[in-house]
């Protein structure tokens, strides 16, 4: 089974700096997908981005980016320039094209922006 | 456009009570789910369905059953509630490529006295 670890509890930016959250994944497949998910204080769980594991490029979505290290089986959210609105829980997920093909959830990282 | 509709949003229920969560979806995708998120454990999969007729378990599926009757509906039942099913549950559904996004209905909040 394919496990996800997010190794910070929480996280503190200031506004207008750059933060990065980590995440771990381990899995015996070559093909699959990554996705960070961002949970503002309503619940809702929102896309942020998402990774093919067998595309070598980086994915980026404006302020946020991606480092995705398959060997290391490692996927880092870069964020930039920070901003209020970004204070979050953020998740880490992994998905593969197995059956019913199943998010499986890091614990989450929650992220404070500061002034 | 609606995309996935949970209800209730909160519920308190008493131990031994029962309760069905609803799930509704409108993009007629055929894979569904059902998660819970407890405080510093992320979501964990309680049950499934990759279509209408066909269910099946996830990681956490005690105490709980589930039913799809048609593409857009997966209602999640809670027999004989106890304290350890407090938690905020999800619906969520997506598309069967896998590079789809899966989207989340808002929630739902319950706890058990």
């Known amino acids: 089974a394919q496990t996800v670890t997010q190794s910070q509890p929480e996280m503190s930016v200031q506004e207008a700096e750059t933060v990065t959250l980590s995440c771990t994944y381990d899995?015996?497949?070559?093909?699959?997908?990554l996705f960070w998910y961002k949970q503002p204080p309503s619940r809702q769980m929102i896309l942020v981005i998402r990774q093919e594991a067998y595309k070598q490029q980086n994915a980026t979505e404006n302020r946020f980016s991606v480092n995705f290290q398959k060997a290391a089986k490692s996927f880092s959210l870069k964020i930039s320039d920070s901003q209020l609105g970004d204070a979050a829980m953020y998740f880490c997920a992994y998905r593969s094209p197995g059956t019913a093909s199943k998010l499986t959830f890091g614990t989450g990282t929650r992220l404070q922006v500061t002034l | 456009n609606a995309g996935v509709t949970q209800t209730p949003k909160f519920r308190i229920l008493k131990i031994g009570q029962s309760m069905t969560l609803q799930c509704t979806q409108d993009m007629n995708h055929n894979y569904m789910y059902w998660y819970r998120q407890d405080p510093g454990m992320g979501l964990k999969l309680i049950y499934y369905s990759v279509g209408a007729g066909i269910t099946d378990k996830g990681e956490v599926p005690n105490g709980y059953n589930v039913s799809r009757s048609t593409t857009e509906d997966f209602p999640l039942r809670l027999e004989l509630a106890a304290p350890s099913q407090t938690s905020v549950y999800f619906c969520?559904?997506?598309?069967?490529?896998?590079?789809?996004?899966?989207?989340f209905g808002q929630g739902t909040r319950l706890t058990v006295v």
């Open positions: 969520a559904s997506t598309e069967v490529t896998v590079h789809t996004e899966a989207f």
């Open positions: 899995t015996s497949e070559s093909d699959y997908y």
